[in-house]
C-alpha cells in the first residue's frame, strides 16, 4: 500500500536551496529503487523537506528503506557541507546539526532529518490523488515555478506529459 511521507530537515533549514545536496537525495532515491525494494510513485524536493508517495516491493518493510535512506542521505550531505568550500552557512548549519544531535539520544553526533515522517497510508484512489496534487503542486505554492511540471526536482513531468522526470516512478 502507498504511503504518503514527508522528510523534513530538522528546524526546516533551508540545505536544497542548493543542488549538489538535492544530488544526493536523487542517488540515493535511484539506490533505494535498484537495490532496497522502494516503490517510488511521486515525489518533490522542497528547499528544507522532501514529500514521497513510497510503498514496498515484496517482504521488504518500507519503515527500514525509509530509514536507511535518511541514514545514508544525512551522513552524506553533512559530509558534503563540511567539505564543501563554497557553502557559506557551513558552519551555521554544522552547529546546528550538533546541536540537535547532542539533545536527542538515539544520534552519536548530528541530526540531520526530523525523526517522524508522518506517514499516511492512501486507502483509496481520493486519498492517493489529494495527496498527488498537494506534492506536485508544492512549488508552486512556494513562488518556485508557475507551472508545476515546471520543477526539475520532482515527478510532476512524469504524469503530466510523456516525457521521464529524474528518477524512474510507478505511477499511482
Given at each position: 500500500?502507498?504511503?504518503?511521507?514527508?522528510?523534513?530537515?530538522?528546524?526546516?533549514?533551508?540545505?536544497?536551496?542548493?543542488?549538489q545536496?538535492?544530488e544526493?537525495?536523487?542517488?540515493?532515491?535511484?539506490?533505494?529503487?535498484?537495490?532496497?525494494?522502494?516503490?517510488?510513485?511521486?515525489?518533490?524536493?522542497?528547499?528544507?523537506?522532501?514529500?514521497?508517495?513510497?510503498?514496498?516491493?515484496?517482504?521488504?518493510k518500507?519503515?527500514?528503506?525509509?530509514?536507511?535512506?535518511?541514514?545514508?542521505?544525512?551522513?552524506?550531505?553533512?559530509?558534503?557541507?563540511?567539505e564543501?568550500?563554497?557553502?557559506?552557512?557551513?558552519?551555521?548549519?554544522?552547529?546546528?546539526?550538533?546541536?540537535?544531535?547532542?539533545?536527542n539520544?538515539?544520534?552519536?553526533?548530528?541530526?540531520?532529518?526530523?525523526?517522524?515522517?508522518?506517514?499516511i497510508?492512501?486507502?483509496?484512489?481520493?486519498?492517493?490523488?489529494?495527496?498527488?496534487?498537494?506534492?506536485?503542486q508544492?512549488?508552486?505554492?512556494?513562488?518556485?515555478?508557475?507551472?508545476?511540471?515546471?520543477?526539475?526536482?520532482?515527478?510532476?513531468?512524469?504524469?503530466?506529459?510523456?516525457?521521464?522526470?529524474?528518477?524512474?516512478?510507478?505511477?499511482?
Amino acid at each position: 500500500m502507498p504511503h504518503f511521507i514527508t522528510c523534513t530537515v530538522i528546524n526546516w533549514i533551508d540545505v536544497f536551496s542548493r543542488e549538489q545536496y538535492k544530488e544526493i537525495i536523487i542517488e540515493s532515491l535511484k539506490y533505494c529503487i535498484a537495490t532496497k525494494g522502494l516503490n517510488l510513485h511521486a515525489w518533490v524536493i522542497m528547499s528544507n523537506h522532501l514529500h514521497l508517495i513510497v510503498s514496498a516491493k515484496g517482504e521488504e518493510k518500507l519503515a527500514d528503506i525509509i530509514r536507511d535512506f535518511k541514514k545514508y542521505t544525512s551522513k552524506q550531505i553533512i559530509r558534503a557541507i563540511e567539505e564543501s568550500q563554497i557553502e557559506s552557512r557551513r558552519e551555521w548549519m554544522i552547529y546546528m546539526f550538533k546541536r540537535a544531535g547532542s539533545n536527542n539520544e538515539n544520534n552519536k553526533v548530528y541530526q540531520f532529518w526530523v525523526q517522524d515522517n508522518h506517514p499516511i497510508a492512501l486507502m483509496n484512489v481520493g486519498m492517493s490523488d489529494q495527496k498527488l496534487e498537494y506534492l506536485h503542486q508544492n512549488p508552486v505554492r512556494s513562488g518556485y515555478v508557475w507551472s508545476a511540471n515546471e520543477y526539475k526536482y520532482s515527478s510532476s513531468i512524469d504524469y503530466s506529459t510523456e516525457q521521464e522526470g529524474l528518477l524512474p516512478i510507478e505511477r499511482l
